[in-house]
């Protein structure tokens, strides 16, 4: 990343962080950059990357930040994000995705703005949208 500029990092907590590490790199090409162990087999802190992006994520907990972030299951099925991932096949990406059992709520289409891309939920319920249109590149 080139110095001064601003970095979005999207933070999430997991009722079973160790698991849906392991499913996001599966099922979306997510790569592991740092895992800090917590007590009782949780996760303190995670950082995947893709491609020059980066995720936090831990275990849900009732720390200080803790308290402030809930899982989609404690907000009874609702999320307050859905983070967009630029990806640069989508339907490979896709395909992989369904494989590893992602809950399509958007199918795979060709949008009118531009692009290709579908929405899912994960093992969570959490919400992402995938798609072939990148807003930095599309207008150059």
């Given at each position: ?20 590490i392991d499913w996001l790199c599966n ?24 491609g020059n992006s980066m995720i936090m ?84």
């Amino acid at each position: 990343m080139k110095e001064n500029k601003a970095c979005i990092i999207p933070t999430m907590r997991y009722k079973n962080a160790r698991k849906a590490i392991d499913w996001l790199c599966n099922a979306f090409g997510f790569e592991k950059h740092l895992i800090v162990e917590g007590e009782n087999n949780t996760i303190s802190h995670a950082q995947l990357t893709y491609g020059n992006s980066m995720i936090m994520l831990g275990s849900e907990n009732e720390n200080e930040y803790g308290k402030l972030v809930k899982t989609p299951e404690s907000l009874q099925g609702n999320n307050t994000q859905a983070p967009y991932i630029v990806v640069e096949n989508i339907d490979e990406h896709y395909e992989k995705a369904v494989a590893a059992g992602a809950k399509i709520l958007i199918e795979i289409k060709d949008e009118e703005y531009g692009g290709r891309g579908y929405t899912c939920k994960d093992t969570e319920d959490y919400i992402w949208n995938f798609g072939s249109y990148n807003p930095w590149t599309e207008n150059e």
